[in-house]
């Protein structure tokens, strides 16, 4: 018999493949005189391996992956087991021996120890022999993504890797492996280099960026060395970037000096007992310990970096998660090798203990160590608890009968209590989700008559609310264990072990306990009117009261988009709770719940208004309403089929933790929901999800919406994707659709939904073309299309969560829609069950930071037109943006600015700081009334504590910042040409903006802002008020109707000088500030100056034009007046600026102020006189062109001083007459 199936086995083997024939037509060779790749390390030390070679008569090689100071790694074919392999084919210097040596020593490890499966190990070793003198050990790794290495080797083939002659060989350049974009399980690879850890080693060590300080001074180094490794390399996974780089700006590469710097203005300077012991130490310090800081003999050395701290560049976390974190880097990360933590101190740091209390599967394993320990709990019974066996196979062996009872219809009270063991072995789940805490139905139960000890166990052991210490978590479950054991009569232990089922007897208990199951889920059960009726007969009406909800206890918000998904979230409820009060300036409509131990607000979309914008503020209002610390945005989307995706209709996508693509960024999600979302992953690779459960538990719940409204599976059938260059024909089905563009798809064996981890793109359209669709997916690596959630994310840290409705593309139908929203209400469900109460609450709520100067006005009017423009300019997003507002002083600059900035709060969560930029002094007291607020200590002075509010700000989520009065630009950025104010040197103080997370808006009467601190197109001009806008401010602040005004000539009798003392009256505004000049004519006279300083030719036109008409100025006269400060742009610019006729009004008073007013008067009447024509017919156009301003002129007061000029003018004036 065993030579037949010895035959047999040989008989279905596949035979070995061929080698494969490499063709050398258009192989792209390098230039011999280039060194590449191992040339740099000696060639002559690496075994000469050519691709189409074929090692150890097995293992053709197929291309190159790498190479490194000890190996070139190569891709191979196994063409026995007819699988791809990887070949790392060692130098000839003997550095393969303790590689060799590690991976034996692996090889035979502990299998079962958990950290074993992150290891990779070798699959064989051999010997290769060239030309008899060169010998080397080799290994090889199995490979597990077979398309991807299968992708590479045709690539090889149809585009061979450029490559050098040798003399005895070719050189490769190694091709790059196109990997997925996702992020996997870690794995431990390349022991080349590694050394045991109690081995003192003094060589160089380590990639350059994770080099720890003993091996960049070159002292010994040990086990230590690692630690450091570890401590940084955490830190970059953790935050996405590396915490130190050393890359050296003046050479443009890695250097151990720029290395040093970055490490001392974090860590400080390294302690002098250090320094000495490093033979590479007076490179950098001098024999006191001190910095060697560039000088003329060393003009490359690098200077030392501005201080900077840990809590500074970690971007992520907040309060206690970030303290925690940072903590544990720091006992990695210190200069002295002996004062870093060991890796077994490391395991109790609280970081991570505290991680491990709050991720279920953690629970689990410590549950299984404990139920090991005791006596009292049989295997059957651990397996049961974790998971690990059939709930019928227990039934069968215990209580020697066949229960199949739905456990919800227990839980209701809609059925006896014959199926009290199904039920328990959820027990610690469900103890753990349905959380009893009203005292009065525990009462009510205990004083119910006839209650015998194992049902007082039991109910004890039921109403135990789950522990946050992991050892008092699995002393519940080992209670809640024995106490169901007891009540059915099922004694653990040697003594029944061995005992055959029918032996096994119920107890009376069991037997006769015909009321409702009571004790699991209990406020469930007192909502369902069953419940209800079996409490009311144990104890008269009113002996128990429902628990109150206040709007503290609404910690997670969940927002839909269509009625149709907030339904199904409903419906998948726990508990209803009675809706709440919200904000009085909230129009958000709420429904409450209960799902687990966490309570939720349900907010949708208005009726009929789809996208970002919408979606953003609903989630604004939310959080103003409610203390949320993270949300789901559950709904339906548009699915993407790809290689790696074979997604169907219904079923889910949501994000990996990860990115977000051009229409936002969803990469703020808080710890504990990242949490959740692993340790769901993780269980859906050894469990799966149980969404048919969930599915089920809203069908219970809500019969009506499966049976009327379509909630459920709509069939495969259904199911149709076409080809993507193939656009739906009219009508609101498919019916008409040529079926032979439907793309042919495996059948899948059942219907249960699959969750998909990747990109969710989001926009404000729906996405409806299939080509688009494919072309941004392949991209952007999207799984799946929707609105509403870019923008979301920056003020509302949620996680998307979608069914899928449809493919994305032209042939949209609402058929699957209820079920699409059904199962993402369903993953939501299952999501919320794995994350920890302790995590919500944990969870910082963003302080919302205002500092405004003024309060709003509520007499503002009008600048839609602005506002509308800066909306487009600065959407609602947290990536970095800016714009500017500009225009003459007096126009509104600074009350559009504050108007916009309460717009601003209304739509979003986010905080806003007002700074004073007409000075370096006010913008230095602006700073430090953010640091005050913020809590930044004072101590710090002059740039300290502008960076310390600057790196402060960077780490809000969202924020708004206001530079108000920047009409001297100089004092930000240098500006050729540009003449700054102060007299003292400029520190440039834009280099203390905050740079990420926000947004900045200037305001300036300086038009050159644009092109300077903003780019061009992104300033907004401020003008006047246009005369239907000044009607409205008059009539809302007079309080009179404007035909009842006093008329125009009433108004105009005054005076010029009247006039200039009622503009120059101060009036007192409280949206203005006390500092500054609050009269009209002040704001003109500043408005001048600046004009004056910026341009001389601009100053010479507004004086001389003061004394002309204000309209109509022609080109020749404007010329005229700039003389020889003359340029063309300038004057049609400064013409511009100035025809108001305040600025006239404003110019001659401070001309006769500073009685210069009859030079530049003078000036007018002579150009006038020059440019006027004789009065001839011939010239009446151009007389009737300059007339207005001859007489503006001549009729000045002053004029009867100008018995030369004046006369001359007067007589051509009056030939045209």
């Not at 300033?1019 to 008020?1025: A, P, T, W």
Request: charged residues 25%; proline residues 5%.
């Amino acid at each position: 018999m065993a030579g037949l199936l010895k035959w047999a086995k040989s008989a279905v083997r596949r035979a070995p493949s061929p080698p494969r024939q490499y063709s050398n037509v258009k192989i792209p060779f390098i230039n011999p005189s280039e060194k590449v790749e191992e040339e740099n390390f000696g060639i002559e030390r690496y075994y000469p391996a050519h691709i189409g070679d074929v090692l150890s008569s097995r293992y053709q090689i197929v291309g190159k992956l790498g190479f490194g100071n000890s190996s070139t790694v190569w891709l191979a074919r196994d063409l026995q087991a007819h699988r791809h392999v990887a070949v790392k084919i060692f130098t000839n210097d003997g550095q393969d021996t303790d590689e060799i040596a590690i991976y034996k020593h692996i090889s035979q490890g502990n299998k079962s120890r958990l950290g074993y499966r992150y290891v990779r190990t070798a699959l064989d070793s051999f010997e290769l022999m060239n030309r008899g003198d060169i010998k080397s050990d080799n290994i090889l790794h199995l490979i597990e993504d077979n398309s991807i290495l299968a992708a590479f080797e045709e690539s090889e083939i149809a585009q061979p890797s450029p490559r050098k002659k040798a003399v005895d060989r070719e050189i490769y350049i190694s091709r790059t492996l196109d990997m997925p974009e996702s992020i996997g399980e870690p794995v431990l690879c390349d022991f080349g280099n590694a050394v045991y850890g109690t081995k003192i080693n003094d060589d160089d060590a380590y990639p350059d960026v994770y080099r720890c300080p003993e091996v960049m001074l070159h002292l010994p180094w040990s086990y230590s060395a690692d630690i450091w490794n570890v401590g940084v390399m955490i830190w970059d996974i953790f935050e996405g970037k590396h915490l130190f780089s050393g890359q050296d700006p003046n050479r443009g590469r890695y250097t151990t000096r720029a290395h040093l710097t970055e490490l001392i203005s974090v860590l400080g300077p390294p302690p002098l007992e250090l320094i000495k012991r490093g033979k590479r130490s007076a490179e950098w310090f001098d024999g006191n310990g001190k910095w060697l800081e560039p000088d003329e003999n060393e003009p490359e050395r690098l200077p030392l970096l501005p201080s900077s701290s840990f809590e500074a560049a970690e971007e992520n976390l907040n309060g206690k998660d970030k303290e925690l974190f940072l903590n544990f880097i720091k006992s990695m990360l210190q200069w002295e090798p002996e004062k870093r933590m060991t890796a077994r101190e490391l395991l109790n740091d609280p970081w991570l203990t505290r991680s491990q209390v709050t991720m279920p599967y953690v629970l689990r394993g410590g549950a299984a160590k404990a139920l090991n320990g005791s006596p009292d709990v049989s295997d059957s019974v651990q397996n049961l608890i974790l998971h690990h066996a059939s709930i019928d196979t227990f039934l069968k062996h215990y209580l020697g009968r066949n229960i199949n009872v739905d456990v919800q219809n227990i839980y209701r009270g809609l059925e006896p209590q014959k199926a009290l063991m199904r039920a328990a072995s959820h027990l610690q789940r469900a103890a753990a989700i349905w959380q009893v805490v009203d005292e009065d139905v525990r009462g009510a139960l205990e004083r119910s008559d006839h209650m015998t000890p194992e049902q007082l166990l039991l109910i004890d052991a039921v109403l135990t609310l789950p522990e946050t210490s992991l050892e008092k978590e699995c002393q519940r479950s080992i209670t809640a264990i024995n106490a169901v054991t007891t009540y059915c009569s099922v004694e653990e232990g040697v003594t029944f072990r061995r005992s055959r089922a029918g032996q096994l007897v119920p107890t009376v208990s069991a037997v006769n306990d015909k009321k409702p199951l009571r004790l699991v889920a209990i406020n469930v059960l007192t909502s369902h009117e069953a419940g209800q009726a079996s409490l009311a007969a144990t104890q008269p009406v009113g002996s128990f009261k429902m628990a109150t909800h206040t709007k503290e206890h609404y910690q997670i918000g969940i927002i839909c988009a269509l009625h149709t998904e907030a339904a199904a979230v409903i419906a998948m409820l726990d508990e209803r709770h009675p809706k709440l009060a919200s904000q009085k300036d909230d129009p958000n409509d709420y429904s409450f719940g209960r799902i687990g131990v966490h309570h939720l607000v349900i907010a949708c979309l208005p009726a009929g208004i789809m996208g970002n914008t919408p979606a953003t503020t609903v989630a604004g209002n939310m959080k103003r309403s409610f203390p949320i610390k993270f949300g789901l945005m559950v709904g339906i989307g548009g699915g993407v089929l790809s290689k790696k995706s074979d997604i169907r209709l219904g079923d889910i996508a949501t994000e990996q933790g990860g990115e977000f693509h051009h229409s936002g960024t969803l990469d703020k999600l808080p710890i504990a929901l990242l949490n959740a979302l692993q340790s769901l992953k993780i269980y859906d690779i050894n469990e799966g999800i149980p969404l048919e459960d969930a599915l089920t538990t809203m069908a219970t719940n809500k019969p009506r919406i499966v049976d009327e409204f379509g909630y459920e599976y709509q069939g495969a059938d259904e199911d149709q994707l076409f080809q993507s260059a193939y656009d739906h024909p009219a009508g609101e089905t498919c019916e008409d659709c040529d079926v032979k563009e439907v793309i042919e798809r495996k059948a899948w064996r059942n219907t249960t939904p699959r969750v998909f981890y990747g990109n969710i793109a989001s926009g404000n359209q729906v996405m409806k073309h299939g080509v688009t669709r494919d072309r941004i997916a392949k991209k952007e690596g999207v799984i799946c299309f929707k609105m509403e959630a870019a923008g979301l994310m920056d003020n509302f840290p949620c996680l998307v969560i979608r069914g899928i409705c449809d493919y994305a593309d032209s042939h949209k139908n609402k058929t699957w829609q209820p079920y699409a929203a059904a199962t993402a209400a369903a993953f939501a469900r299952i999501l919320l069950g794995f994350v920890e109460k302790q995590d919500v609450t944990d969870t910082p709520v963003q302080k919302q930071y205002t500092i405004l100067p003024f309060p709003r006005n509520t007499d503002f009017i009008g600048r839609d037109d602005i506002f509308q423009r800066l909306d487009q300019l600065l959407p609602l997003t947290t990536n970095y943006q800016i714009a500017a507002v500009w225009g003459l002083g007096g126009c509104g600059k600074t009350q559009t600015a504050l108007e916009y900035t309460y717009l601003w709060q209304e739509k979003t969560s986010g905080s806003v700081f007002w700074v004073r930029g007409d000075t370096e002094a006010s913008f230095s007291q602006s700073y430090s009334e953010i640091a005050k607020e913020a809590g930044i200590s004072l101590d710090l002075k002059g740039e300290d504590l502008l960076f310390a509010v600057q790196n402060w700000i960077q780490q809000l989520r969202n924020w708004l910042l206001v530079l108000d009065n920047v009409d001297d630009i100089g004092i930000f950025k240098r500006v050729y040409g540009h003449q700054n104010t102060d007299t003292s040197p400029s520190p440039e103080l834009l280099k203390f903006f905050p740079k990420k997370n926000g947004t900045v808006l200037w305001t300036s009467r300086d038009t050159s802002i644009v092109g300077t601190l903003v780019d061009h197109g992104r300033g907004v001009e401020v003008r006047g008020m246009s005369d239907q806008e000044a009607l409205r401010l008059f009539q809302s602040r007079s309080g009179t109707p404007w035909s009842e005004q006093p008329s125009d000539e009433e108004k105009f009798k005054a005076s010029e000088i009247d006039q200039f003392e009622l503009l120059d009256f101060e009036f007192p505004d409280v949206h203005r500030r006390s500092d500054m000049p609050n009269s009209v004519m002040k704001t003109w006279i500043i408005s001048m100056k600046q004009i004056a300083q910026e341009s001389q030719c601009a100053e010479k036109i507004l004086n001389t034009i003061a004394y002309l008409d204000n309209q109509g100025l022609p080109f020749e006269v404007l010329s005229a007046a700039a003389g020889d400060d003359f340029k063309k742009r300038e004057t049609l610019e400064a013409a511009g600026r100035l025809e108001h006729r305040l600025v006239q009004l404003a110019t001659r008073q401070a001309l006769t102020k500073a009685k210069q007013d009859s030079n530049f008067l003078g000036k007018a009447l002579q150009i006038m006189g020059n440019l006027f024509p004789n009065g001839t017919h011939e010239t009446w156009i151009s007389c009737r062109v300059y007339l207005p301003h001859a007489l503006k002129s001549v009729l000045s007061k002053e004029a009867d001083g100008y018995e030369e000029l004046a006369p001359g003018l007067l007589a051509k004036m009056g030939r045209y007459y």
